[in-house]
């Protein structure tokens, strides 16, 4: 039988704004649903956040996330997310293939399994990539802009990520080529470059 488990979030905020930041109770994560958001899976669920996320063990995972209000990634920000976006492949997951725009990242990952009836779920993924990668760029950017006037100062975000992100289980081979070509052509699609391989922050 499925399992349907569900975690209780605020509800989303005004159109406009980055789904699951501006509530004013957005800070309000009691330790029973962190500790059902990061169990390992056992077997089908869904949970609900502002998206509904489907998971299956096995499973392998299209995952978009973008940057709070737009942020635009420099290029060393960029480099960061790389880093350990690889970086975690060791240990949590298996990965076919990603890429980092100016606003948001699309990864194909399978989660590693710790037994052989576990595997790691996507929200403690999720939270180990950007969660690190927040830390370091918020300190990059704040050494890039700490001889700036106040007012830039100002500039430099609280948040990186999105808390919220998109993922889609793959469920045959022709999908698994199909995503492995879009994202190889996100950035010839935004004019960066003519052939995707020779785009830095693309992984393959």
């Given at each position: 039988m499925k399992k349907i488990l569900?975690?209780?979030?605020a509800p989303s905020p005004v159109h406009g704004k980055a789904a699951g930041n501006d509530h004013p109770n957005k800070n309000i994560e009691t330790d029973a649903n962190r500790?059902?958001?990061?169990s390992p899976i056992t077997e089908f669920q869904i949970t609900y956040r502002n998206l509904p996320h489907w998971q299956n063990p096995g499973s392998v995972y299209f995952v978009t996330f973008r940057t709070y209000h737009s942020l635009i990634l420099d290029d060393v920000s960029k480099q960061i997310l790389y880093d350990n976006i690889v970086y975690y492949s060791k240990t949590k997951y298996d990965l076919f293939s990603f890429i980092i725009m100016d606003d948001h990242a699309h990864l194909i990952i399978q989660p590693k399994s710790t037994d052989p009836n576990l595997f790691i779920c996507l929200p403690e993924i999720m939270h180990a990539v950007k969660g690190y990668a927040a830390k370091?760029?918020?300190?990059?950017?704040?050494?890039?802009?700490?001889?700036?006037?106040?007012?830039?100062?100002?500039?430099?975000?609280?948040?990186?990520?999105?808390?919220?992100?998109?993922?889609?289980?793959?469920?045959n081979d022709k999908e698994?080529?199909?995503t492995m070509d879009y994202i190889a052509l996100n950035s010839v699609k935004k004019g960066l470059c003519?052939?995707?391989?020779?785009?830095?922050?693309?992984y393959y």
């Open positions: 569900i975690v209780e979030r500790e059902k958001l990061f370091e760029i918020k300190k990059h950017l704040s050494l890039m802009w700490e001889n700036a006037d106040m007012e830039k100062q100002r500039l430099i975000p609280d948040r990186i990520f999105q808390g919220e992100y998109y993922d889609r289980i793959i469920r698994f080529y199909n003519k052939n995707p391989y020779d785009y830095q922050w693309y």
